[in-house]
């Protein structure tokens, strides 16, 4: 006798035609080809896709497929290549490449994150993060009912250069990428080096990327120098992210050739608030003073305290080359060490900051308000001011502790309304986020040498407490003016998603916090008696990020919605001209409708919102890149010690840790501990160990020690110090 067949068995019986065996070869068909739209094939290719082993059931495909052509549900050419014909459902979306093995498509029109689509990568046709792409959707949902689906097209490309450090062999080179979710080395011929040598910073762009090849190849367009110098890190993150170096000579010239000047018929057009006390408050490295605020009494009792602004558009005029280079940068960008500003520095530090003991043109809100912060009346219009002193927020503060000095009493009164004014925004629902915000101490080389939490006092809520009152007000008087029908540009921020509030509540339960998700006012009083229980405590950052990550993200937009994190029905930018697009949107709009204006069309205000929203998100990114750098760095530099920490995120790759004493945050990769193997329970966000049950959990205290620094990916490694974590 033969020695029995080690292949594998089709799974088919051979006996006799019974319809049992066509069934399943017409069912596992049916599934072959709804899992490959599009493609079509031949008989034999059927076979050995489908592993058709044995004589039967290879005899049984014709038949199987004659029957499926006549229930409709494939079709075949002349040529006998047989293929789907079930209808596709096909989305537009954007590439979220969260890792080596697979990436979500978010669709353009997403109402909930159910409705992303997995896409593996073998399927995303070189598809990068970021990309717009157009996708098929597969029939057969994944695991946890989870669409999937594959890239057919690539419809636009989010970036074609990338940073890296460039890695030379004896017959070509790659560019490892420093973006995180970019996943492939670029490929880089010896001849378009343009000179940069093993282990530079650089700037590639992709050249081109062929089918079946593994990585895409790119030509070096710039070097950027030695990776780990402080300039050439910063500059690779500028270069990331597309920020600009400088400004073009043109913009500048054109800045330079406006006047200083102020024409007596241009102050006879406004409101001279010269003769009232004025006063500018900012951080002591600022030089763009923005915002003022003059106060005096009036004579029946009530006082006016005026919130004036840099009228930047009387400088900035449309269609001019600086406008349009302030459209596109649309915001300024705060990196550790600089400031890339949205307007030329002769306009930001010069025309139109409000330096002390000098004429200025301003746009201003001006409120009578009572003892009890009530606002009897308020006036909007176009100013001259004359800023009396220039404090910084230690000086401000200084003199009202001690009650004396340079507009102390003044100070007082002003503060005093100030926390009326906050008490009724919390009252009527509003959410204190006290975020810790850290800055780092640098020597002349840029290298960290110390770490500072910056403590929010009575003064930065003062001045924020009458921003956001004349951002409020603003909005409102053009909402009122057309009942919302009037083009504006608001600042908006929806009511929190229910299951990201829900996740950060159970969270929270973790350290004894108990938060309302159903009512929308009990959330708002949950998270502020939430945030007034952390203060000082080591859960304080990382439940204050999470509150926020389970936040809607606010946004620039025409329609006048809520800001629910404020408790405003109608709010905007009004404040801050010299460092935000939009605020100069606003002030345009503004005094169109001052004049008697009629509503312009929508759209095109709309586009510059949406581009202001998405240049907004863009810096942001980089400023929280350039904090991430110094993390590293400064851990990197930081004693070797044991240090405690919180766990901020668990992941099925790792665990990440934010020490306590650095707010830096690292990760304890999950392949690193050795002492089981753990399973990853994403409902609960924890590891499970298959053995000894060691559960690893959402906001556990850990002490950990660092075991790697690597600043090209700005990561932190990290190991538990001890097995009971």
């Keep these: 006798m033969g020695r029995k067949s080690g292949r594998k068995k089709s799974g088919f019986k051979k006996k006799g035609s019974k319809p049992t065996d066509i069934e399943q070869l017409k069912l596992k068909l049916t599934q072959f080809f709804d899992n490959n739209f599009g493609e079509a094939y031949t008989e034999k290719q059927l076979i050995k896709k489908l592993v058709l082993r044995d004589a039967h059931t290879k005899k049984l495909l014709n038949p199987a497929l004659r029957e499926l052509i006549d229930e409709g549900k494939i079709s075949c050419t002349p040529r006998n290549l047989y293929s789907s014909t079930a209808e596709p459902e096909f989305i537009i979306g954007e590439v979220d490449f969260v890792n080596p093995r697979f ?8 109402e909930k994150k ?12 070189s598809a990068l993060d970021g990309d717009k792409v157009r996708v ?11 669409r999937e689906g594959k890239v057919l097209e690539i419809m636009e490309r989010s970036r074609d250069e990338f940073v890296g450090r460039v890695e030379i062999s004896p017959r070509f080179a790659f560019v490892v990428p420093d973006f995180k979710k970019m996943h492939h080395d670029i490929f880089v011929r010896k001849s378009d080096l343009e000179g940069a040598q093993h282990n530079q910073k650089v700037v590639v762009k992709l050249t081109e990327w062929k089918e079946g090849d593994k990585s895409p190849s790119g030509k070096i367009i710039h070097v950027l120098g030695k990776a780990g110098d402080h300039e050439v890190e910063i500059h690779s993150i500028m270069a990331e992210f597309g920020l600009p170096f400088d400004y073009p000579e043109e913009i500048e010239a054109e800045a330079e050739n406006i006047s200083e000047v102020i024409p007596e018929a241009e102050i006879k057009k406004r409101k001279d608030f010269r003769d009232i006390d004025t006063f500018t408050i900012d951080p002591a490295d600022a030089k763009d003073f923005d915002d003022a605020i003059s106060f005096r009494y009036l004579d029946n009792g009530n006082m006016e305290i005026g919130v004036h602004i840099a009228d930047v558009t009387h400088y900035v005029k449309p269609k001019t080359l600086m406008e349009k280079e302030a459209y596109d940068r649309a915001t300024s960008v705060y990196l550790v060490d600089r400031t890339i500003p949205m307007l030329p520095e002769r306009l930001s530090n010069g025309l ?3 330096r002390p003991n000098e004429d200025k043109l301003t746009f201003s809100c001006v409120f009578e308000m009572t003892d009890q912060a009530e606002v009897k009346d308020f006036w ?6 004359h800023s009396n002193r220039r404090f910084t927020y230690e000086e401000a503060q200084e003199n009202m502790d001690a009650e004396s000095g340079d507009y102390a009493k003044d100070l007082l009164k002003i503060n005093a309304l100030a926390k009326l004014l906050r008490g009724a925004r919390f009252k009527k629902g509003a959410i204190n986020f006290e975020t810790v915000e850290v800055k780092f101490q640098l020597d002349e080389s840029g290298t960290p040498t110390g770490l500072i939490i910056k403590e929010r006092k009575d003064v930065h809520k003062l001045i924020e407490e009458f921003m956001l009152l004349a951002n409020k007000t603003v909005a409102t008087y053009i909402y009122d003016k057309n009942k919302g029908k009037s083009t504006f540009v608001y600042r908006v921020h929806d009511y929190p998603d229910l299951e990201k509030l829900a996740t950060f509540s159970n969270f929270a339960k973790k350290f004894g916090h108990e938060i309302k998700i159903l009512d929308e006012k009990k959330v708002s009083n949950s998270l502020n008696k939430l945030m007034d229980e952390i203060v000082g ?12 990550r389970s936040m809607a993200k606010a946004k620039y937009t025409t329609e006048p919605k809520q800001h629910f994190g404020l408790a405003f029905d109608h709010y905007t930018h009004f404040t801050s001209p010299i460092r935000r697009y939009p605020d100069m949107m606003v002030h345009r709009l503004l005094q169109h409708y001052l004049d008697g204006g009629k509503p312009p069309e929508n759209q095109a205000w709309e586009e510059k919102c949406v581009h202001s929203s998405e240049r907004e998100k863009r810096a942001a990114d980089s400023e929280r890149a350039s904090i991430k750098y110094k993390q590293v760095e400064y851990m990197k530099l930081a004693e070797d010690k044991d240090y405690a920490g919180i766990i901020t995120g668990v992941t099925e790759w790792g665990v990440y840790v934010e020490i306590s004493e650095t707010k830096c945050e690292g990760m304890v990769r999950v392949q690193d501990l050795t002492d089981d193997y753990y399973d990853f329970d994403e409902k609960n966000m924890r590891l499970i160990g298959a053995k000894n049950k060691r559960m690893i959990t959402l906001g556990d205290k850990v002490e950990v020690r660092v075991t790697r620094t690597d600043i090209d990916r700005r990561t932190i490694d990290l190991e538990f110090v001890n097995d009971d974590k």
Excluded: H, Y
Aim: glycine share 6%; aromatic share 2%.
């Design 136 to 146: 098929m959707i597969l029939p057969k949902r994944g695991r946890g009912n989870r």
């Design 380 to 385: 909007i219009g176009r100013t001259v001011i």
């Design 103 to 110: 990436a979500f498509v978010i669709p353009s029109n997403q």
């Design 537 to 548: 405590k080591p859960e304080q950052n990382i439940l204050e990020q999470l509150a926020i």
């Design 114 to 125: 159910e409705d992303d689509i997995m896409v593996k990568e073998a399927d995303l046709k």
């Design 352 to 354: 139109c900051s409000l």
